[in-house]
Protein backbone atom coordinates (compact mmCIF):
# COMPACT_ATOMS: atom_id res chain seq x y z
CA UNK A 1 0.00 0.00 0.00
CA UNK A 2 2.57 2.07 0.55
CA UNK A 3 4.18 2.32 -2.23
CA UNK A 4 0.98 2.11 -4.63
CA UNK A 5 0.22 5.59 -2.05
CA UNK A 6 4.23 6.83 -3.10
CA UNK A 7 3.52 6.11 -6.77
CA UNK A 8 0.25 8.25 -6.84
CA UNK A 9 1.02 11.16 -4.17
CA UNK A 10 0.75 13.31 -7.15
CA UNK A 11 -3.14 11.85 -8.62
CA UNK A 12 -5.74 12.26 -6.21
CA UNK A 13 -7.95 10.44 -7.71
CA UNK A 14 -6.47 7.15 -7.25
CA UNK A 15 -5.30 7.99 -3.93
CA UNK A 16 -9.21 8.15 -3.59
CA UNK A 17 -9.73 5.04 -4.84
CA UNK A 18 -6.73 3.46 -2.95
CA UNK A 19 -8.92 4.58 0.36
CA UNK A 20 -12.03 3.68 -0.55
CA UNK A 21 -10.73 0.35 -1.07
CA UNK A 22 -9.05 -0.53 2.39
CA UNK A 23 -9.68 2.76 5.21
CA UNK A 24 -7.81 1.06 8.01
CA UNK A 25 -4.68 0.09 5.76
CA UNK A 26 -4.83 3.57 3.50
CA UNK A 27 -4.78 4.87 7.37
CA UNK A 28 -1.95 2.97 8.59
CA UNK A 29 0.17 3.34 5.59
CA UNK A 30 -0.33 6.53 5.03
CA UNK A 31 0.87 7.75 8.45
CA UNK A 32 3.83 6.04 8.26
CA UNK A 33 4.79 7.35 5.01
CA UNK A 34 3.86 10.71 5.74
CA UNK A 35 7.15 12.06 7.69
CA UNK A 36 9.02 10.94 3.47
CA UNK A 37 6.28 12.90 1.68
CA UNK A 38 4.91 16.12 4.04
CA UNK A 39 6.28 18.32 1.38
CA UNK A 40 3.69 17.57 -0.97
CA UNK A 41 0.66 19.56 -0.35
CA UNK A 42 -1.84 17.00 -1.27
CA UNK A 43 -0.19 14.47 1.39
CA UNK A 44 -1.24 17.66 4.20
CA UNK A 45 -4.70 17.15 2.70
CA UNK A 46 -4.68 14.02 2.93
CA UNK A 47 -3.24 13.46 6.55
CA UNK A 48 -5.52 16.56 7.91
CA UNK A 49 -8.67 14.49 6.63
CA UNK A 50 -7.27 11.21 8.15
CA UNK A 51 -6.96 13.12 11.67
CA UNK A 52 -10.46 14.51 10.68
CA UNK A 53 -11.65 11.40 11.00
CA UNK A 54 -10.15 10.01 13.46
CA UNK A 55 -11.09 12.63 15.99
CA UNK A 56 -15.13 12.08 14.87
CA UNK A 57 -14.24 8.72 16.24
CA UNK A 58 -13.50 9.74 19.45
CA UNK A 59 -16.67 11.88 20.66
CA UNK A 60 -17.92 10.25 23.62
CA UNK A 61 -20.69 8.06 22.33
CA UNK A 62 -24.02 7.86 24.58
CA UNK A 63 -24.50 4.87 25.63
CA UNK A 64 -28.35 3.14 26.44
CA UNK A 65 -27.32 2.40 30.34
CA UNK A 66 -26.72 6.21 30.42
CA UNK A 67 -29.39 6.97 29.43
CA UNK A 68 -31.47 4.24 32.19
CA UNK A 69 -29.20 6.08 34.48
CA UNK A 70 -30.01 9.15 33.81
CA UNK A 71 -33.85 8.18 34.12
CA UNK A 72 -33.65 6.63 37.56
CA UNK A 73 -31.84 9.41 39.32
CA UNK A 74 -34.47 11.43 37.95
CA UNK A 75 -37.24 9.37 39.43
CA UNK A 76 -35.39 8.75 42.59
CA UNK A 77 -34.78 12.94 42.95
CA UNK A 78 -38.91 13.43 41.60
CA UNK A 79 -39.67 11.02 44.40
CA UNK A 80 -37.49 12.71 46.86
CA UNK A 81 -39.28 16.03 46.15
CA UNK A 82 -42.45 14.52 46.66
CA UNK A 83 -41.76 13.62 50.41
CA UNK A 84 -44.26 16.27 52.12
CA UNK A 85 -46.94 14.99 49.45
CA UNK A 86 -46.63 11.42 50.35
CA UNK A 87 -46.45 12.19 53.91
CA UNK A 88 -48.74 14.64 54.45
CA UNK A 89 -46.88 17.64 55.53
CA UNK A 90 -47.42 21.28 55.91
CA UNK A 91 -45.13 22.52 53.67
CA UNK A 92 -44.98 26.14 55.08
CA UNK A 93 -44.63 25.48 58.29
CA UNK A 94 -41.52 22.86 58.27
CA UNK A 95 -39.87 24.85 55.07
CA UNK A 96 -39.20 21.82 53.58
CA UNK A 97 -38.20 22.97 50.05
CA UNK A 98 -35.87 25.70 51.14
CA UNK A 99 -34.42 23.28 53.49
CA UNK A 100 -33.84 20.13 51.16
CA UNK A 101 -34.09 21.23 47.26
CA UNK A 102 -30.46 21.99 46.61
CA UNK A 103 -29.68 18.85 48.11
CA UNK A 104 -31.97 16.50 46.65
CA UNK A 105 -30.76 18.55 43.23
CA UNK A 106 -27.12 18.18 43.76
CA UNK A 107 -27.93 14.17 45.17
CA UNK A 108 -29.68 13.52 42.06
CA UNK A 109 -26.62 14.78 39.89
CA UNK A 110 -24.19 12.69 41.42
CA UNK A 111 -25.95 9.68 41.93
CA UNK A 112 -26.20 10.24 38.00
CA UNK A 113 -22.37 10.67 37.89
CA UNK A 114 -21.20 7.70 40.03
CA UNK A 115 -24.02 5.61 37.82
CA UNK A 116 -22.53 6.62 34.58
CA UNK A 117 -18.84 6.04 35.95
CA UNK A 118 -16.93 3.27 34.51
CA UNK A 119 -15.54 2.17 37.66
CA UNK A 120 -16.70 2.87 41.34
CA UNK A 121 -14.70 3.52 43.86
CA UNK A 122 -16.92 2.08 46.97
CA UNK A 123 -14.99 4.72 49.47
CA UNK A 124 -15.75 7.22 47.35
CA UNK A 125 -19.36 6.33 47.28
CA UNK A 126 -19.93 5.97 50.87
CA UNK A 127 -17.87 8.98 51.52
CA UNK A 128 -20.68 10.96 49.19
CA UNK A 129 -23.40 9.27 50.77
CA UNK A 130 -22.20 10.23 54.38
CA UNK A 131 -21.46 13.91 52.77
CA UNK A 132 -25.54 14.01 52.04
CA UNK A 133 -26.52 12.61 55.10
CA UNK A 134 -24.86 14.39 57.23
CA UNK A 135 -25.37 17.36 55.49
CA UNK A 136 -29.17 17.09 55.17
CA UNK A 137 -29.24 16.10 58.92
CA UNK A 138 -27.74 19.37 60.02
CA UNK A 139 -29.84 21.18 57.28
CA UNK A 140 -32.73 19.94 58.64
CA UNK A 141 -31.84 20.53 62.95
CA UNK A 142 -31.96 23.86 61.85
CA UNK A 143 -35.32 26.33 63.08
CA UNK A 144 -37.73 26.75 60.62
CA UNK A 145 -37.39 30.58 60.45
CA UNK A 146 -38.27 32.47 57.34
CA UNK A 147 -37.29 35.17 59.03
CA UNK A 148 -33.84 34.72 59.96
CA UNK A 149 -31.21 35.95 57.30
CA UNK A 150 -28.28 33.24 59.36
CA UNK A 151 -30.83 30.56 58.52
CA UNK A 152 -31.61 31.51 54.95
CA UNK A 153 -27.86 31.68 54.71
CA UNK A 154 -27.73 27.93 55.87
CA UNK A 155 -29.78 26.76 54.04
CA UNK A 156 -28.29 28.00 50.38
CA UNK A 157 -24.77 27.53 51.61
CA UNK A 158 -25.06 23.94 52.75
CA UNK A 159 -25.72 22.44 49.36
CA UNK A 160 -22.67 24.72 47.89
CA UNK A 161 -20.68 23.15 50.72
CA UNK A 162 -22.05 19.72 49.81
CA UNK A 163 -21.40 19.94 46.09
CA UNK A 164 -17.76 21.60 46.51
CA UNK A 165 -16.94 18.06 49.26
CA UNK A 166 -18.31 16.42 45.93
CA UNK A 167 -15.54 18.15 44.01
Avoid at 5 to 12: A, G, H
Avoid at 18 to 43: G, H, Q, T, V
Avoid at 86 to 109: C, M, P, R, S
Wanted: aromatic content about 10%.
Amino acid sequence: MKNKIKENIDNPHQLEVLFKADKKEFKKSFMELYPEIAENRISGFWKTRLEFDSLQDDFVKIRKTDILFLIISCVISGLLIKIPQIFNTDLIEHLFYEKNAGLIVLAGLSLYAFLTKDSINPRHWVIAVAVFVISAIYINLLPSDAESDSIILAYLHVPLCSGACMG
